[in-house]
């Protein structure tokens, strides 16, 4: 079986493809063909990290994502996150390839924000907030870039001097990258937050013309969006069965579930024009399998005698 490195894995794995390859695993998933049960984390014995697997199974594919997450490892010089995410064949059980873990969820996570803004804006994107300096804040800029070509996005981080390091580290002439001017909220199409706050970083009252999608905070007890802007909004999940576990800025705004949508059923019913709309992004092994699809593809395109 051959193993894809990070870079091999990005490779493989274009962003328009990488979307519409999640739109129809959306459906999928929705519609109870692919089986995704609840990712399992263990901690090691010291507490000092977790091992995460994250299984799913479709008609065609198999694939298992295996992470490893050391928060103190930035201090050895080593990736906080490790992992790999295999691919097997769902009628003979063959192992296919392995792709590298971090890198799949950094571009199938960008991709299923590229999704929602593809399902909930209306008309041309032309300026985009990203709050966050870190991995999940570059693929979202890398899938913009590919996407929707010469925007401007502005770069909010903890402190100013990180939102200018960040953009001096990833310019691109694909797009207009910036750092955050103060006092500029309001104008944005789209803000996509990317931290681990455990407090609320955005509070800039919802407004229609602008969509709000939530990706950093992946625990009850974290929240980057302000529970008043959630519940003045149309609230859409990526996964509707993780989310009412994970997704902290819903939890914390004390919202019903029963009136949490999930983004497959946007696609059928178009969302109320006259309200604003907040997407929360849990992740889900679904979106793994969207991405070995398209990396089998890939795979076959590139090399036809694989």
């Known amino acids: 079986m051959k193993h894809y490195c990070a870079t091999q894995?990005?490779?493989?794995?274009?962003?328009?493809a990488l979307v519409d390859m999640l739109a129809r695993t959306v459906r999928d998933y929705a519609g109870g063909t692919i089986a995704c049960p609840e990712r399992t984390t263990v901690p090691t014995h010291d507490g000092g990290g977790?091992?995460?697997?994250?299984?799913?199974?479709?008609?065609?594919?198999?694939?298992?994502?295996?992470?490893?997450?050391?928060?103190?490892?930035?201090?050895?010089?080593?990736?906080?996150i490790q992992g790999t995410v295999t691919c097997a064949d769902a009628h003979d059980g063959r192992f296919l390839f392995g792709l590298d873990g971090p890198t799949v969820t950094m571009r199938r996570t960008s991709a299923i924000s590229m999704l929602a803004i593809r399902t909930f804006v209306h008309g041309h994107v032309r300026r985009v907030l990203v709050i966050g300096t870190g991995t999940q804040a570059l693929a979202h800029v890398e899938a913009l870039a590919a996407l929707h070509p010469?925007?401007?996005v502005a770069i909010r981080g903890r402190t100013p001097d990180r939102a200018e390091?960040?953009?001096?580290?990833?310019a691109t002439d694909r797009l207009m990258l910036r750092p955050e001017r103060a006092g500029a909220e309001d104008g944005f199409d789209v803000v996509i937050t990317t931290t681990s706050s455990t407090t609320p970083i955005f509070d800039t009252?919802?407004?229609?013309?602008?969509?709000?999608?939530?990706?950093?905070?992946?625990?009850?007890?974290?929240?980057?969006?302000?529970?008043?802007?959630?519940?003045?909004?149309?609230?859409?999940?990526?996964?509707?069965?993780?989310?009412?576990?994970?997704a902290?800025?819903?939890?914390?705004?004390?919202?019903?579930?029963?009136?949490?949508?999930a983004l497959a059923q946007a696609f059928d019913t178009p969302r109320d024009?006259?309200?604003?709309?907040?997407?929360?992004?849990?992740?889900?092994?679904?979106?793994?399998l969207a991405a070995c699809r398209v990396a089998r593809d890939m795979q076959t395109r590139l090399s036809p005698e694989a």
Not at 9 to 16: H, S, V
Not at 165 to 170: E, G, L
Not at 211 to 226: F, K, Q
């Open 165 to 170: 390091r960040f953009c001096t580290q990833h």
């Open 248 to 261: 902290g800025d819903i939890l914390q705004a004390g919202v019903p579930w029963g009136d949490v949508r």
């Open 205 to 246: 009252p919802a407004d229609a013309r602008r969509l709000v999608i939530g990706v950093g905070a992946y625990r009850p007890d974290m929240a980057e969006i302000a529970p008043q802007v959630v519940r003045a909004s149309q609230i859409y999940v990526d996964d509707p069965i993780g989310a009412p576990s994970e």
């Open 150 to 152: 010469a925007i401007e």
């Open 9 to 16: 894995t990005q490779a493989l794995l274009p962003f328009p």
């Open 273 to 288: 024009p006259a309200r604003p709309v907040f997407f929360k992004s849990v992740g889900c092994a679904a979106w793994d």
């Open 50 to 80: 977790v091992l995460m697997c994250m299984p799913a199974v479709g008609a065609d594919l198999i694939t298992t994502k295996l992470l490893t997450i050391f928060g103190a490892n930035t201090a050895l010089h080593l990736p906080a």
